[in-house]
């Protein structure tokens, strides 16, 4: 899920950049320290996107820089349980896939990408044996969010699932839903 947050920090502002305007010169810093930071608390920072306040600078003796207080927004993507994602296929491997659902990558293990048994092919496609169902890459597909780990902060890890209905590769819920409408023959 996506929202917009806003934090509180103090924004160490170097000396060349004092001859710059000063709300410039803290939203490049910001830029700097938070964009692609990866929280526990609040997920994946995408972007800082306004400066609320900048309070009044101090300088440290022996720094030269000077500090300001500053509040300010960002938008962060925070991956929650059950959410329902779109994405890409963006590898496949005898293990599972990987889908690119934004600023992250979830995993998808081989048990989950459909219902039925999955072949793995050296050609880097997964395909059931019975529905004979495909997923490769570059597939656009819909899925379920069934685990979230922040145990490497700097590398989360999102599971998950595709085994439920309307879940799956885009292509295969659009002819299962013309079938079960009578548009289209079932094969």
């Given at each position: 899920m996506f929202y917009?947050?806003?934090?509180?920090?103090?924004?160490?502002v170097p000396p060349h950049l004092f001859g710059d305007d000063t709300k410039e010169s803290i939203l490049k810093r910001l830029r700097?320290?938070?964009?692609?930071m990866v929280s526990k608390d609040f997920g994946i920072?995408?972007?800082?996107?306004d400066i609320v306040n900048v309070g009044e600078g101090i300088i440290i003796p022996g720094d030269g820089a000077a500090y300001y207080d500053t509040t300010f927004k960002v938008l962060v993507f925070k991956p929650e349980l059950q959410e329902v994602v779109l994405g890409t296929i963006t590898d496949i491997t005898d293990f599972g896939?990987?889908?690119?659902?934004g600023p992250v990558d979830g995993m998808i293990h081989i048990s989950?990408?459909?219902?039925?048994f999955v072949n793995f092919s050296k050609t880097n496609?997964?395909?059931?044996k019975e529905t004979k169902k495909?997923?490769?890459?570059?597939?656009?597909c819909r899925a379920r969010i069934i685990a979230v780990s922040y145990k490497s902060i700097q590398e989360p890890k999102i599971g998950l699932t595709m085994r439920q209905p309307r879940f799956g590769k885009l292509d295969d819920i659009e002819r299962e839903v013309k079938e079960a409408k009578g548009e289209v023959k079932k094969k």
């Open positions: 917009e947050v806003t934090l509180k920090s103090h924004i160490r700097e320290q938070f964009n692609n920072v995408i972007s800082v996107s896939a990987f889908m690119d659902i989950q990408t459909m219902d039925d496609v997964l395909t059931g495909s997923l490769k890459v570059k597939d656009s």
